[in-house]
């Protein structure tokens, strides 16, 4: 069964660079039809879909976020990391990592990031 861990630090300041990264156990991030994804979840708003990387490498990003988000991956370390630019306070958020094939979904337990001076 496929595990996934987010890592990466708690407190973020404003204008800096976030920078998280999903560690996969019990699945490669190169087999063939899956994606992987980065989600978050504002205080007390629903969850927004960022971006992903596929199996073949390929990104997708929101066009809300696309200027300021990168999804890269390291096959041989079986890690995939969200960059995000310049962030406010607006993007504190609890951030998920996820597999996806089709509709189907396996989450990471999600890690809290706040963005304060």
């Known amino acids: 069964q496929v595990q996934l861990q987010e890592s990466g630090p708690g407190l973020v300041k404003p204008s800096q660079t976030l920078s998280l990264t999903c560690t996969v156990s019990g699945g490669s991030i190169t087999t063939n039809g899956y994606g992987w994804a980065w989600i978050r979840q504002p205080p007390g708003k629903g969850l927004e879909w960022m971006g992903a990387?596929?199996?073949?490498?390929?990104?997708y990003y929101s066009p809300s976020l696309k200027s300021r988000t990168s999804i890269s991956r390291d096959t041989s370390k079986n890690q995939f990391t969200l960059q995000l630019s310049s962030v406010t306070p607006e993007d504190t958020a609890v951030y998920y990592c996820a597999r996806y094939y089709g509709l189907d979904y396996d989450w990471g337990q999600g890690t809290q990031v706040t963005v304060s001076s």
């Open positions: 990387i596929v199996y073949s490498g390929a990104t």
